[in-house]
């Protein structure tokens, strides 16, 4: 069992640098593999050229143990049908923010459905112990979203992968603070840009990209590594 996380965009704003093949759109999801596991984050707007970007990266959906869905916005989502018609029987985690009509559409897509709709931190455990989400957060009129945290490092240590950071940071690291100490952010961060709470907080790690507005504001900070996110690009986090 690989207990090192990996995670490869294949959904994201930003193009690959060399490879024109990768199509980049507005949007966000990520596949990560950890603890023997293969979750499929967010599904991006185009399915099919997200389909197509797995095909060019040598990646296959068909064996997808679980999707995990951030919010309910259509550039995380949009992919859904597409990745549903390759994936063999996913279970799928949503947030506490979706209609119950899409829900019911997937169902129909897979052959058993295991449809699981988070409300509040849990581990996933029908994943591992070392995977929970921080549940469905909504601060004020900001649309509910959820994060995955993977838990590594002999389970000292924590990876925060976000869609879009609607409610902000402090109410995520809270509602992980129980599980994990969050060392590495992955994902969208929007409208973020308080740098004094990020410099107290235990990250150290940055991989933003998406919806993120005050990137330039977390570059040079002393005790934080700051990295952009772009379609095909391979994360491995060993330490």
Same mark, same amino acid.
């Given at each position: 069992?690989?207990?090192i #996380?990996?995670?490869?965009?294949?959904?994201?704003?930003?193009?690959?640098?060399?490879? &024109?093949?990768?199509?980049?759109g507005?949007?966000f999801?990520?596949l990560?593999?950890?603890? $023997?596991?293969?979750?499929l984050? %967010?599904? $991006?707007?185009?399915?099919s050229?997200?389909?197509?970007n797995?095909?060019t *990266?040598?990646?296959? *959906?068909?064996?997808?143990?679980?999707?995990?869905?951030?919010?309910a916005?259509? @550039?995380?989502?949009?992919?859904?049908p597409?990745v549903?018609?390759?994936?063999?029987? #996913? /279970?799928?985690?949503?947030? @506490?923010?979706? &209609?119950k009509?899409? #829900?019911?559409?997937?169902?129909?897509?897979?052959?058993?459905p295991?449809?699981?709709?988070?409300?509040?931190?849990?581990?996933l455990? %029908?994943?591992?112990?070392?995977?929970?989400?921080?549940?469905? /957060?909504?601060v004020? @009129?900001?649309?509910?979203?959820?994060?995955?945290?993977?838990?590594?490092? @002999?389970?000292? %240590?924590?990876?925060?992968?976000?869609?879009?950071?609607?409610?902000?940071?402090?109410p995520?690291?809270?509602?992980?603070? &129980?599980f994990?100490?969050?060392?590495?952010?992955i994902?969208?961060?929007?409208?973020?840009?308080?740098?004094?709470? *990020?410099?107290? &907080?235990?990250?150290?790690?940055?991989?933003?990209?998406?919806?993120?507005?005050?990137?330039?504001?977390?570059?040079? *900070? #002393?005790? /934080?590594?700051?990295?952009?996110?772009?379609?095909?690009?391979?994360?491995?986090? %060993?330490?």
């Amino acid at each position: 069992m690989d207990s090192i #996380p990996k995670i490869t965009i294949l959904y994201e704003n930003n193009p690959h640098p060399k490879n &024109s093949v990768l199509e980049n759109g507005h949007g966000f999801a990520a596949l990560i593999k950890f603890e $023997g596991k293969t979750i499929l984050f %967010d599904a $991006g707007w185009n399915g099919s050229a997200l389909l197509r970007n797995c095909e060019t *990266l040598g990646i296959s *959906l068909k064996s997808l143990d679980a999707i995990f869905l951030s919010h309910a916005h259509w @550039d995380h989502i949009g992919g859904m049908p597409q990745v549903l018609e390759v994936a063999d029987n #996913p /279970i799928i985690y949503y947030p @506490d923010v979706f &209609s119950k009509v899409q #829900p019911k559409e997937w169902a129909k897509m897979v052959l058993n459905p295991n449809i699981h709709r988070l409300t509040s931190f849990e581990t996933l455990d %029908d994943l591992s112990s070392n995977i929970a989400t921080t549940g469905c /957060i909504a601060v004020h @009129d900001h649309l509910g979203e959820q994060a995955i945290l993977l838990r590594y490092n @002999d389970a000292k %240590d924590g990876i925060f992968i976000v869609g879009c950071l609607h409610p902000g940071l402090k109410p995520f690291l809270e509602a992980a603070a &129980s599980f994990c100490n969050v060392t590495h952010v992955i994902g969208g961060i929007h409208g973020f840009n308080d740098v004094g709470f *990020l410099n107290n &907080s235990s990250i150290r790690h940055l991989h933003v990209g998406h919806c993120t507005q005050y990137s330039k504001l977390f570059e040079n *900070l #002393p005790n /934080i590594t700051l990295s952009q996110l772009y379609v095909g690009k391979k994360i491995i986090i %060993d330490k």
